[in-house]
Structure formats: structure tokens, C-alpha cells
């Protein structure tokens, strides 16, 4: 074994355990323990942070330095880095141009093997129709988060309102006090789970509203989230709810195969009754929210429970059959502001239908994740 070949393989078995004894090392290496102690000065010079241990079997430990030095990689690590690179931009972050600086140097460097390996891979993020376009954010602001929840460090920040100036917003409101627990990113968009202190409550905050004020507030205890389980609980608020199911659940049988079906069911479970239809077990937020979404499939169905959906469809269909008469009525030569024998005076409500400003008028009728998000 040359001594290239030595340093690259004490180098790796430091990486892979906290603390090594020398007289192990040199077992590895099958080499003396002498020899081991020239290795660790040489990796010393090198820039690695090697600190020697005490004791019986005293040895050495890689340590953390001030600088990056370079790091060793097996085969499946380099790959895994770099297909992370790749798909770097769909995370929002600002760090497009880094990622892509640091995919070239790793290719340089990478045995001509795993080059055709990773070059064979091409990634392109891709969102679904109807999602929201992905907000690009701070590294700065994620650096800063992130180190307050490790440091377990109060947060304060400003949280202007959507589509409010930084400059506009900027005093105009109390600035937040959380207990950051979480990162979370969802669908090209990253929030902050944390417990608001003057809230008394949890609260999920969109990293590219958050404008952190210096310094940070004192350490806390962190809390356990709800259910134990950040994942759950951030898909539970998404569906407008403390547990991760939807508020309104129904079954119906759709006229379409459930080939046709399943690419635009969602969170739905979909069952193939025949050749020419199938079941269709979906929620929602609201019965109408979710009657409105089963429209979209533009296919004949039946509502086979619970009573509450077949309501729901009555509502949407007098006043989707409002909506048309008023336009007939316009089209006609009525004029705005006519209405027609069975249409709805301008202000008024029918039985059943939504007054302007309610819940169910400000959310959309559909069940996407990109429509669900929290905005507190």
C-alpha cells in the first residue's frame, strides 16, 4: 500500500467513528503504531483537525476545524451528493449557482466510473399543475433559523402581510416571538414550526415573509408538537385541522374508469367497480369545497354517502344555474343589474349558499396542497 493510498484509507476509518484507538488503527492499516503517528501528522498538515485521546487506549479523534478541508467520499456518498446538487434549484433556496459550482468540481475529480454514472442521470424538477410556482428565499434567513432551533434560542422577526413592501410593513406590527422547533419545506415553499409566545399557540410561519431582528431571545425548553410527530401535524394544518385527516369526507361512484381517475385523485383512494366506473372516497375542508372538487372530473356520478355531499351538489347546483341564467339575461340585452324570474338579487344570499367574506367563500373549491397553505 503506497502512502497515498494509507492516508486516504485512515482518513476514511476516522470519519467513520468518534473515537479511534491507535493500536486499532494500526491494526486496520496493518502497519505499526509508529507509522500511524507520522499518518496523523501528515494529515495534520493537511489541514484535518486531529486531536490525540488519553487514556488506556488512548488515540485519536476528527475534529471540526475553521476551515473545509477535503473530504472522501465512497461511491454511493459522491453519487448521492451530486444527484442532490442537481436537484438543488427545486428547494428555492438561492443556492442554484453554488450547487451547480460545486456538481462541476466534484465531476472533475470523480473516477471516470461514477462520472458516467452521474452524467447517464439527468434531473429536472418539475411541478405539478396547479401548484404554486416555488418562492425563492434567503440562505441567509435559513442559516439563521436553523442555528436558533439547534441553539434553542427564542426568535424574534417581523411577518408582514402577504403582498406587503418589507419597507411598509416594517414597524408597523409587533415583531413575533417564536420558539422555532422545525424547518419544514412543502411543494417548493419552507416554513418554520414553532410556538408562538404571545399566540400561546403553534403556529407554521413561510420562511420568505420571516425578516429576523438581532439579537435572538433567551434559550427555551423545547415543547413536544402535537401528536409528536412534525410531519402529521404540518399535514394536519394544511387540511385546516388538529389531526391529519380531512374535516369532510364523502364516497361517490364516478362514470369513468378508474384508469382516468387515479393521475388526478390526490389523497383520494380510488376503486374500480368496472370497466366504465369506479368509487371515489375523497375530503375536503367544507361539503361544498368538496363537491366542487369531484366536479372537475366533467363525468356523470353518485353520491353514496354521506347525505351532507348530496346537499352540498343541490347548493353548487342553484347557484351554478344562477351564475348562467344572469349571464343568459346579460347576453340577451338585459342589461347589468336585471335579474331574471329563479336568479339571485345582487347582495342577497339563497338558502344554503355562502355570505361574501365567510370561510367557505375564501377558500378554493379544490383539495390541492398548493391551496391548502397555512398563512399565519
Request: glycine share 10%.
Amino acid at each position: 500500500m503506497t502512502t497515498t493510498s494509507r492516508l486516504l484509507r485512515l482518513l476514511s476509518l476516522l470519519q467513520t467513528r468518534r473515537d479511534w484507538p491507535g493500536s486499532l488503527l494500526a491494526a486496520r492499516l496493518e502497519v505499526s503504531d509508529r507509522t500511524v503517528r507520522r499518518d496523523v501528522d501528515r494529515l495534520r498538515e493537511m489541514g484535518y483537525r486531529i486531536q490525540a485521546t488519553m487514556g488506556p487506549d488512548g488515540g485519536y479523534r476528527l475534529d471540526a476545524g475553521s476551515e473545509l478541508p477535503p473530504l472522501l467520499f465512497d461511491d454511493d456518498q459522491a453519487l448521492a451528493v451530486a444527484i442532490a446538487l442537481r436537484a438543488a434549484p427545486a428547494i428555492g433556496a438561492g443556492i442554484e449557482e453554488a450547487a451547480i459550482r460545486a456538481l462541476g468540481t466534484m465531476r472533475q475529480v470523480m473516477p471516470s466510473r461514477l462520472r458516467h454514472r452521474l452524467d447517464a442521470l439527468e434531473v429536472t424538477a418539475v411541478g405539478r399543475p396547479g401548484d404554486a410556482a416555488p418562492v425563492d428565499i434567503s440562505l441567509e434567513v435559513l442559516v439563521t433559523l436553523a442555528n436558533a432551533i439547534r441553539d434553542r434560542e427564542t426568535l424574534r422577526f417581523d411577518y408582514p402581510a402577504r403582498g406587503e413592501a418589507d419597507a411598509a410593513g416594517h414597524g408597523m406590527h409587533p415583531p413575533r416571538r417564536v420558539e422555532p422547533h422545525h424547518l419544514v419545506m412543502s411543494e417548493g415553499r419552507w416554513y418554520l414550526v414553532g410556538w408562538d409566545l404571545d399566540r400561546c399557540d403553534w403556529r407554521l410561519h413561510r420562511v420568505d415573509r420571516i425578516r429576523p431582528r438581532v439579537p435572538n431571545g433567551p434559550r427555551f425548553t423545547p415543547r413536544t408538537v402535537p401528536g409528536g410527530d412534525v410531519g402529521e401535524f404540518v399535514s394536519a394544518r394544511f387540511k385546516g385541522s388538529d389531526v391529519n385527516t380531512w374535516a369532510c369526507r364523502g364516497t361517490v361512484v364516478l362514470h369513468l374508469p378508474a384508469r382516468q381517475v387515479l393521475p388526478f385523485a390526490g389523497d383520494a383512494t380510488v376503486t374500480a367497480i368496472d370497466e366504465h366506473s369506479c368509487m371515489l372516497e375523497a375530503g375536503s375542508w367544507s361539503w361544498g369545497a368538496l363537491a366542487a372538487s369531484l366536479g372537475r372530473f366533467e363525468a356523470g356520478l353518485e353520491v353514496i354517502e354521506p347525505p351532507e355531499l348530496a346537499e352540498a351538489f343541490a347548493v353548487l347546483a342553484e347557484r351554478f344555474g344562477s351564475t348562467s341564467a344572469a349571464y343568459d339575461a346579460g347576453a340577451s340585452g338585459a342589461g347589468p343589474g336585471s335579474t331574471e324570474p329563479g336568479s339571485t338579487e345582487p347582495g342577497s344570499t339563497e338558502a344554503g349558499s355562502t355570505e361574501a367574506g365567510s370561510t367557505e367563500a375564501n377558500r378554493p373549491a379544490g383539495g390541492t396542497a398548493a391551496e391548502r397553505r397555512p398563512s399565519s
